[in-house]
Each structure stands twice: as structure tokens, then as C-alpha cells.
């Protein structure tokens, strides 16, 4: 079994995704060897769209507020 280690953030924590756009449906598609989260969006690659889809998915998958979700980089 892989051990992920999650980098503590000064609020919360900091988790890597790898984002893959244009996606059938929106999904986790697995946690990598590196321990970054591979997540499928329908949304096109523009960022800003991107980034809003992504928090929103992960709002609804981990149950916080989307203002709790922050994207710092990508």
C-alpha cells in the first residue's frame, strides 16, 4: 500500500492534482505513485473555467464550502 503524505497548509492542506480537461464526466480518476490526485472534468482546458469547475468538484466530493477551496498554482 502507497503512503501519500499531505503538505500541511497554514489553514489546511495543500493536495496536487493533475487535472485532465474535456473529460466524459467528472471524476477522481485515481491517486498517482507521486501522490497527486488525477481528476477528470467535463470543463475545457481555459483556465479560469478550469479552476472553477475543479473547486467546485472538490467541494462536493470533500463537503466544504467552495470559499474554503483555494487553487494556488496551475
Known sequence: MTKHNFHGG???TALAVRVIPRSARNEI???MSDGSVKIRL???SDDEKLNTALISFLSGVLGVATSK???IGG
Open 10 to 12: 497554514m489553514k489546511g
Open 29 to 31: 480518476a485515481e491517486v
Open 42 to 44: 467535463t470543463a475545457t
Open 69 to 71: 477551496i483555494e487553487v
